[in-house]
């Protein structure tokens, strides 16, 4: 099945996924971010910290930059089949799957490319 610009996406993949069938942006806003696992991959949310396939990825906070709560998961999880975990790590408060896990393929809209780079 093709979601998208190519066959499957690949993990470093950035992608464009919207927010209307499983995760809510604060603004409803489309998500940019990249694919950092897969079907069959573990991510692990623990203490503070997110991992995947037991390496450490970045840190996990409770609030973001305006004081508001963030949803918080923890415990070690599979990314099932037709889904995917997106994340962000170059944005250190990024609203990504660190905090609301894995997001079906079907939400991809597209492949994200920069428009200008310096």
Known sequence: MR???VDYPTVGATLQV???NSISSPQGWPL?????ALP?????????????NQRYIGPVYDQDNEGNRLPQITG?????????????THITRSFDGRYFG????VSIKGKALP???Y
């Open 3 to 5: 979601y998208w610009s």
């Open 18 to 20: 919207s927010t209307k």
């Open 32 to 36: 940019i971010k990249h694919v950092r």
């Open 40 to 52: 069959g991959e573990t991510y692990s949310v623990e203490k503070g910290s997110i991992y995947i």
């Open 76 to 88: 070690t999880h599979t990314v099932k089949t037709g889904m995917f975990l997106p994340l962000s």
């Open 102 to 105: 894995t997001v079906e393929l």
């Open 115 to 117: 428009v200008w780079t």
